[in-house]
């Protein structure tokens, strides 16, 4: 047990039947590309159109579906610069700094994680995405002094090489890798 | 890319409707045709701009088990696990990163449990540790681009 009961309802699995699983499963890698995608689906689940538009929005509504759209390969939009920047900041303000940290928005991520003594004492982390390496840095100093995290222990973290990036698979299904140069 | 492109990347990262003819609706909202919507996304995923046109789930909820690891790699070996982490179809992303520990990817299982299997056998086949980072407290989650 961690120490995450604040995050308990967060981290509660729901209850799906069968046929959650398998309409999951078959969208996972995405939506087709025809006029009544839900029906074609169905079709192949063998569900009506409308229990699977009903089954789609109960599963947005309760959580399990985060958000429903295009997902963007940032590097390919012009983001050609990513940071993950940390922080080794006193337990007890964590929440506060997280929280005024994900005001901004140049930050895509920010998350609370576990240190690991000796070799990593950062417990705050959050993702810069710019253009340039010169936009995350000058961002970063911005959102330092907006939150006045002045003297707080960090490191900035760019990436180099992007070796994969084809998202969460939560059902088995084949897969794809690759590797694209970062700047 | 143009103007119809950027619109697309910019307002349909999210709020996808759940109709009968949901490209019609997006495309009516974006002064286009659905014909066209469809082109475009399918020309968008094609030459690898969008990863995906789809759901994005939520681990914990799903069931599943998802974290952020890292390993430190000396350079002359990293080639060789990356090759092996990689292969792993759990890893769902990895970067190489500016640090001594260099490669950092996300885990996302199918249960809870799997996570530290899977963990037990990158450590197993490459030989190297992994250090486990999983999200404590989630304080915004926000992935969106403006193109």
């Known amino acids: 047990m961690d120490m995450s009961l604040a995050l308990q309802t967060d981290r509660t699995p729901l209850l799906l039947d069968e046929a959650d699983r398998h309409l999951l499963a078959a969208i996972q890698s995405g939506l087709p590309l025809v006029s009544r995608p839900f029906a074609e689906i ?4 063998g569900l009506s159109e409308a229990d699977v538009m009903a089954r789609l929005q109960q599963l947005q ?16 939009v012009g983001y050609g610069a990513n940071a993950m920047v940390v922080w080794d900041v006193p337990d007890e303000q964590v929440r506060e700094l997280g929280r005024c940290l994900a005001e901004f928005d140049f930050i895509t991520l920010c998350y609370r994680r576990p240190r690991h003594l000796p070799q ?3 417990n705050l982390y959050c993702m810069i995405h710019g253009k340039t390496r010169e936009d995350v840095m000058s961002n970063l100093e911005w959102m330092v002094n907006r939150c006045g995290l002045q003297g707080l222990p960090h490191e900035v973290l760019f990436s180099r090489r992007r070796f994969k990036q084809r998202g969460a698979v ?14 | 890319m143009d103007a119809l492109d950027r619109a697309i990347i910019n307002n349909l990262q999210g709020g996808f409707p759940i109709c009968d003819e949901p490209y019609r609706a997006v495309a009516s909202l974006l002064g286009t045709t659905e014909d066209e919507l469809l082109r ?8 690898g701009t969008l990863s995906r046109f789809g759901p994005m789930y939520h681990a914990e909820r799903l069931g599943g088990g998802l974290t952020l690891a890292a390993m ?10 990356v090759a092996i982490v990689n292969a792993f179809p759990e890893v769902a992303h990895n970067y190489a990163r500016e640090h001594a520990l260099n490669m950092w990817f996300v885990l996302a299982t199918e249960t809870p449990q799997r996570i530290d299997q899977v963990i037990a056998a990158i450590e197993r086949d490459t030989g190297y540790t992994v250090h486990n980072m999983p999200k404590r407290e989630e304080f915004f989650v926000g992935l969106r681009f403006e193109a």
């Not at chain 1, 309760?62 to 963007?72: K, M, N, S, T």
Request: with cysteine; hydrophobic share 40%.
């Open chain 1, 42 to 45: 169905g079709a192949r689940l």
């Open chain 1, 61 to 76: 509504a309760c959580g399990v579906i985060r958000r429903f759209g295009v997902v963007v390969r940032h590097h390919e």
């Open chain 1, 120 to 122: 990593w004492r950062y």
């Open chain 1, 170 to 183: 939560y059902f088995a299904e084949p897969q794809a890798a690759g590797s694209v140069r970062e700047g």
């Open chain 2, 40 to 47: 475009r996304l399918d020309a968008l995923l094609e030459n």
């Open chain 2, 72 to 81: 430190q790699i000396p350079p002359q070996d990293f080639e060789r696990v």
